[in-house]
């Protein structure tokens, strides 16, 4: 069995219908695997964070966050190897 190898994502933006959806649909196509997800929206403003499993995913995850970028125009997208999200918040 493969081991999992995740990423966290964070989306930050003004509200817009889609969002979500458009996100999940661009991981998909680079095969990577939603394993988790939180979402709020507060007045106008959506923020979002995700764990995916990028253990099957097509490229890189430079190539991933450029596609998500591409797709969500105007909205502020993170992703970062979830080893690096982890020894960034160590203490």
């Known amino acids: 069995m493969e081991k999992q190898e995740n990423a966290v994502l964070t989306v930050v933006g ?4 889609g969002i ?3 996100t999940a649909a661009c991981i998909a196509e680079a095969n990577g695997s939603v394993v988790q997800v939180s979402q709020i929206v507060m ?6 964070t995700m764990l ?9 995850i430079k190539d991933l966050e450029d596609a998500l970028k591409e797709r969500l125009p105007g909205i502020e997208v993170h992703l970062m ?7 960034m918040h160590r203490i």
């Open 14 to 17: 003004v509200n817009d219908v």
């Open 20 to 22: 979500l959806a458009k």
């Open 43 to 48: 007045d106008k403003f959506f923020t979002m």
């Open 52 to 60: 995916i499993d990028m253990s099957g995913l097509k490229g890189s």
């Open 81 to 87: 190897h979830e080893n690096i999200f982890n020894s």
